[in-house]
């Protein structure tokens, strides 16, 4: 069992729990994640790993609310117990010769991308990071960012935080100002990070992506979280979730993500008149 030592809001869609899970811990590398279970009857749903600490033995994951197992997950608090908390899986990111990154984050995304951010900082690259979101209520992250960049531009859908605008904005705008950077590493939406790829793929800079497709057993066996990379057929799980985003057959991941949503919908509906009834 696994307990929640700390929980937070991070907006009101969005939170982060520090759960205490120390061979995990012991492990962990940014990019990789975990699958939980809520309780023994619950689904396995994969969530990155957002911070670790090795001497203390905790896991930090943050989540934003949209099924029913995440609706679950919030309404548990710090003290309760989780059943299930299986990882590091997936491979980490590749961070060996990097001199000088852009990391581009939308939305929750931002919580995949931190991790990364601060280790290449801590490892003396010199990080750009490029955040965004709709409006300034669903900003996360933002002190993290600071202390983990030399250079953090904040873009937001309405011009509420930041400079109004998309992430593709800002990043085209540091490319043509002169900036070159070694690899540009993206997380979020698979729309915004399409749209990253194509972008960086103009200027001929290595970009990667992460990718978080439908996933359920985390170890290449279901096929549900297959993806076409480069013609070829790969799994984010193991073979992941990073992959090279110039080769990344986006239509069809966005295609596949979106025969699920009325299903995830209505589950997430289910669970919260359960909960309501309870209240």
């Not at 992250?141 to 937001?156: G, P, T, W």
């Not at 509420?160 to 950077?181: C, F, H, M, P, Q």
């Not at 170890?219 to 990073?242: H, I, N, Q, S, Y």
């Amino acid at each position: 069992m696994f307990e929640i030592l700390e929980k937070k809001n991070l907006n009101p869609f969005v939170t982060m729990m520090k759960i205490n899970a120390p061979r995990v811990a012991k492990k962990a590398e940014p990019g990789q994640f975990i699958i939980l279970r809520t309780d023994s009857e619950g689904e396995r749903i994969p969530l990155t790993i957002a911070d670790y600490d090795r001497e203390k033995g905790t896991v930090s994951i943050i989540f934003q609310i949209v099924g029913a197992t995440t609706e679950k997950l919030n309404h548990m608090n710090v003290g309760d117990f989780l059943s299930d908390f299986t990882g590091p899986l997936g491979k980490a990111t590749e961070t060996a010769g990097l001199k000088k990154v852009a990391v581009v984050g939308g939305g929750v995304g931002c919580a995949i991308a931190y991790p990364v951010a601060k280790k290449l900082h801590e490892m003396g690259v010199e990080v750009h990071a490029v955040v965004g979101f709709r409006n300034k209520e669903l900003l996360i992250l933002e002190d993290e960012f600071r202390a983990a960049s030399s250079k953090l531009v904040i873009m937001s859908d309405d011009g509420s935080v930041g400079e109004k605008g998309l992430v593709t904005d800002a990043l085209r705008n540091l490319i043509e100002s002169g900036e070159k950077y070694d690899r540009v590493i993206t997380i979020g939406p698979v729309i915004m990070m399409k749209f990253v790829c194509q972008l960086t793929k103009e200027y001929n800079i290595p970009t990667v992506a992460s990718m978080n497709p439908v996933m359920i057993d985390g170890t290449g066996m279901c096929g549900g979280c297959r993806l076409t990379v480069g013609g070829e057929t790969k799994f984010a799980c193991v073979d992941g979730p990073e992959f090279d985003g110039h080769l990344i057959d986006f239509d069809e991941a966005i295609a596949r993500s979106a025969g699920y949503k009325s299903f995830e919908r209505k589950a997430h509906e289910d669970t919260c008149n359960l909960f309501k009834g309870v209240e």
